[in-house]
């Protein structure tokens, strides 16, 4: 069982930073695929980013590829999301998800386990 806490959303204002973080509960952290989702109000989940257990890979949207970077500390049990050159199309519900020991990384919502309650980001023009 991996429990997820997001924290760093807030209100920013367009072209602005923001770190998300998400802190995990759990010893086998550092085997877990972790992704970042997002949902704005009235459309579906959307896959952001993803990293490997290693930290080594990552996959990002081609919506924030170049502007959002993924990055984790194993020993911290914690991912982190750095946002930059933000837009007001990233406001949203951010979402923190693992998914299972030794598996690939994903961008399908389906394909993870372990979600947060997610954490709001508002991106004012």
């Known amino acids: 069982q991996v429990q997820l806490v997001e924290s760093g959303g807030e209100l920013v204002q367009a072209g602005g930073s923001l770190r998300l973080s998400c802190a995990a509960s759990?010893?086998?952290?550092?085997?877990?695929?972790m992704g970042w989702f997002r949902q704005a109000p009235g459309k579906e989940r959307e896959f952001v980013a993803a990293?490997?257990?290693?930290?080594?890979?990552?996959y990002y949207a081609d919506s924030v590829k170049g502007r959002f970077t993924l990055s984790r500390d194993n020993a911290k049990n914690t991912v982190y999301l750095q946002m930059s050159s933000l837009k007001p199309e990233d406001t949203a519900v951010y979402y923190c998800?693992?998914?299972?020991?030794?598996?690939?990384?994903?961008?399908?919502?389906?394909?993870?386990?372990?979600w947060g309650q997610g954490t709001q980001v508002t991106v004012s023009s």
């Open positions: 759990g010893r086998t952290f550092s085997s877990y695929v």
């Open positions: 998800a693992a998914r299972g020991s030794g598996l690939p990384l994903s961008r399908r919502r389906e394909a993870y386990t372990y």
């Open positions: 990293i490997s257990w290693s930290g080594g890979t990552t």
